[in-house]
C-alpha cells in the first residue's frame, strides 16, 4: 500500500504518518515527487487497521498495489530510479554502455578488449568468469583468476566492471573483484542466489529469463529488493519464441512495459537476443529509441577465436561504429551519449 500525501503537505505531516507507521513495526519509503509526496508501506498493511491513516493531517488518500511485487511497482515509487555505481549513473539522462568479451580468456584479451570499449566510451567493462554453458563439455570460465584478470583491466582502463555470479560461493569471491553483480538470465528464479545478492549492497544486473514473463521477472527483482538492496537495474536479453532466425527474440516491447510498471532502469543485451552479430547494431538503436538506459554487448578483439558466444561478438572496430551511431540517437530521444567517451 502508498499514502499518497498532499499537495504541498507539511514536512512534519509526512513524519508523523511515518512514526505511526513505524511504530506498528512497518517499514517506510518516502518518494518525494515534483508534486506530491508518496509514503511506500514496506510490511503486513493488515497492522493498519486499528489506525486512521486517511484522517492524519496531510494525507490525501491509500492506495493498494495491485502487483504481486511491490517495492519494484511504479505505484510505490512514481519516480524513476537512478542506480549509482560509484558515480556511474544507471537510468539518468546518461546513457550507459557495458562492454567486453562473453568470456575473460587471457590477460591479453580482457585487458584489449579494456582499453578499446573505454576508448569508444563504455562506462563499465564486462566479462564471465563463472560460464553457465548449455553443455558441460564447454569452457566454464576462469573463476576467480578471471576475477582478478577482470580487476586489473578496469582499473587500468578506468571502467568499472560486472560479471556474473552462479552461487553464493561465486557472489562471495566476485564482491572482492566487481562493481556490480550480474545475475544470468538462468537463475533469474534462482530464489536463493536472489536472496543472496539481495544482501549484499552491490548493485545488481538482473537479466530476464528466455522464457520469464514480465511480472515474473519484476517478482525477481522484488526477492532482492525485499532483502534490502534496491540497487536493481533490469536487461531484457531476448526470450525463447518460435523464431530460429535469431538465437532468441529480443522483447522490445520490454522497454516501454518495464517504464509503465516500474520505476527500475531498463537496459537491453543485443548479443544474446541476436546471437548473430551482424544484428547488434540495429537491435541496439531499436533500443535506445524505445526508451532503455542503457546496453550491454559482448565485444572481442578477436571474435572468431573467442572460447564463448563467438558468433555473436563484435569487434572493437564495430563497437565504435555503434557508439557513434548510439550518441546520436540520444540526442534525438532525448538521453546523452558521448561517442569517444
Ligand atoms: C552473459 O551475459 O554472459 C550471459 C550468459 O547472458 P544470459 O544470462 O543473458 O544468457
Ligand atoms: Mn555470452
Redesign the pocket.
Known amino acids: 500500500m502508498v499514502i499518497v500525501m498532499k499537495p504541498g503537505c507539511q514536512d512534519s505531516e509526512i513524519s508523523e504518518v511515518s512514526k505511526a507507521l513505524e511504530s506498528l513495526g512497518l517499514g517506510v519509503h518516502i518518494s518525494r515527487g515534483m508534486e506530491r509526496t508518496i509514503i511506500g508501506v514496506i510490511g503486513d498493511k493488515r497492522l493498519l487497521n486499528d489506525i486512521p491513516i486517511e484522517l492524519m493531517p496531510g494525507v490525501e488518500k491509500t492506495v493498494p498495489i495491485v502487483e504481486s511485487y511491490k517495492l519494484a511497482s511504479k505505484t510505490f515509487k512514481p519516480e524513476p530510479s537512478i542506480i549509482d555505481v560509484k558515480g556511474v549513473k544507471i537510468g539518468g539522462k546518461e546513457l550507459v554502455i557495458m562492454a567486453g568479451p ?2 575473460i580468456e587471457s590477460r591479453e584479451q580482457i585487458f584489449e578488449a579494456a582499453m578499446a570499449v573505454k576508448k569508444s566510451g563504455a562506462q563499465f567493462l ?1 566479462g ?1 568468469a563463472f ?2 554453458r548449455t553443455s558441460p563439455y564447454a569452457f566454464q570460465g576462469l573463476e576467480e583468476e578471471g576475477l582478478k584478470l577482470l580487476k586489473e583491466a578496469k582499473e587500468a582502463a578506468g571502467l568499472l566492471a560486472i560479471s ?1 555470479v552462479t552461487s553464493e560461493r561465486a557472489v562471495e569471491i566476485a564482491d572482492l573483484y566487481v562493481d556490480m553483480f ?7 528464479q534462482n530464489f536463493q542466489l536472489l536472496r543472496e545478492v539481495g544482501r549484499s549492497m552491490k548493485p545488481v544486473l538482473l ?4 522464457s520469464t514473463t514480465i511480472d515474473e521477472w519484476l517478482n525477481a527483482a522484488e526477492y532482492i529488493m525485499n532483502e534490502g538492496n534496491y540497487n536493481v537495474v533490469l ?1 531484457e ?2 526470450i525463447r519464441t518460435f523464431e530460429t532466425a535469431t538465437r ?1 527474440t529480443l522483447d522490445i516491447s520490454a522497454v516501454p512495459v518495464i517504464k509503465n510498471s516500474s520505476h527500475l532502469p531498463i537496459i537491453v ?1 543485443p ?3 541476436a546471437g548473430k552479430s551482424q544484428y547488434i547494431l540495429s537491435l541496439s538503436k531499436a533500443a535506445i529509441a524505445a526508451g532503455s538506459d542503457g546496453l ?1 554487448i ?1 565485444v572481442h578483439p578477436n571474435p572468431r577465436c573467442a572460447l ?2 563467438a558468433a555473436q561478438q563484435i569487434t572493437p572496430g564495430d563497437f565504435d561504429i555503434l557508439c557513434r551511431d548510439i550518441s546520436r540517437i540520444a540526442e534525438i530521444v532525448g538521453r546523452e551519449f558521448t561517442h569517444g567517451g
Not at 550480474?182 to 533469474?188: D, H, L, P
Not at 537479466?207 to 528466455?210: A, I, L, N, T, V
Open positions: 562473453c568470456a564486462r564471465g560460464k553457465p556474473e550480474q545475475i544470468g538470465a538462468r537463475n533469474v537479466k530476464r529469463g528466455p536487461c536479453r531476448g532468441n543485451d548479443s544474446h537476443a550491454i559482448e564463448s558466444d
